[in-house]
């Protein structure tokens, strides 16, 4: 079946330090990658789409100067979060979209800033 | 643009009992639904997906939904539901002209499951 895992699963970051997190696709080619976050109490905003070979589309209040992402092929995917503040705290899901069009997600990474 | 509304934040129902969860959207063009569940300190799970074809669509562990498309609503329902159930439950509309990974989500119905 379709797994996509994320790595860490937890992290902890001083406030002005910038953390990475990594998307992995198992068992299914991704032809896409999104990069979605949670704020506590909230609903998930999408940050940006990652297409292969294609440029990175960011959505409105997300930036590639702050969540930089690499999509280097089919199965993986890392975006690093710049510079975190308390604003930034959250989970950040990957979904990998499968040829069948459906997004996978993964079970995410819980950033907490200090 | 596209938004979801889930009505409910939460929805207290007894363990046996039938479960509707409620979810209208708003898009104008032709828009392919979802439903995902996030259990405690997990990401998310797809429940369910409409594109096209039988309004009503099955999905896993009992639950269904049904796409109306004059009432512009996606409500997911179980005949009876289990402790097991009591979770997030996300709406999620993606434009059919996207990439299919432009979902916009709803705020989301919190369940709990009850003896």
């Known amino acids: 079946g379709a797994l996509v895992y994320q790595y860490p699963r937890r992290t902890i970051c001083k406030s002005g330090t910038s953390m990475r997190m990594e998307c992995q696709a198992v068992?299914?080619?991704?032809?896409?990658v999104a990069w979605y976050r949670q704020s506590p109490q909230k609903t998930f905003e999408l940050i940006a789409l990652s297409t292969v070979n294609s440029a990175i589309k960011y959505e409105q209040n997300f930036t590639q100067e702050k969540f930089p992402i690499s999509h280097p092929n089919l199965s993986f995917s890392s975006m690093t979060v710049l510079n975190a503040y308390l604003e930034d705290r959250g989970l950040y899901l990957c979904?990998?979209?499968?040829?069948?069009?459906?997004?996978?997600f993964g079970a995410g990474t819980r950033l907490s800033v200090l | 643009a596209q938004s979801v509304t889930q009505p409910d934040a939460r929805v207290t129902v007894s363990e046996g009992a039938s479960l509707q969860l409620r979810c209208k959207y708003s898009?104008?063009?032709?828009?392919?639904l979802f439903w995902y569940v996030q259990y405690p300190r997990q990401g998310l799970q797809l429940l369910l997906k409409?594109?096209?074809?039988?309004?009503v669509v099955q999905g896993v562990n009992g639950f269904e939904a049904e796409f109306i498309k004059s009432n512009s609503s996606f409500h997911l329902r179980k005949a009876s539901v289990h402790w097991s159930d009591s979770a997030v439950y996300f709406c999620?509309?993606?434009?059919?002209?996207?990439?299919?990974?432009?979902?916009?989500f709803g705020q989301g119905t919190s369940l709990s499951v009850v003896p």
């Open positions: 979904g990998a979209r499968g040829v069948d069009n459906t997004l996978y």
């Open positions: 068992g299914f080619q991704a032809t896409s």
């Open positions: 409409y594109y096209s074809g039988d309004p």
């Open positions: 999620a509309v993606s434009p059919a002209s996207s990439s299919f990974s432009k979902l916009v």
């Open positions: 898009y104008s063009g032709t828009p392919y």
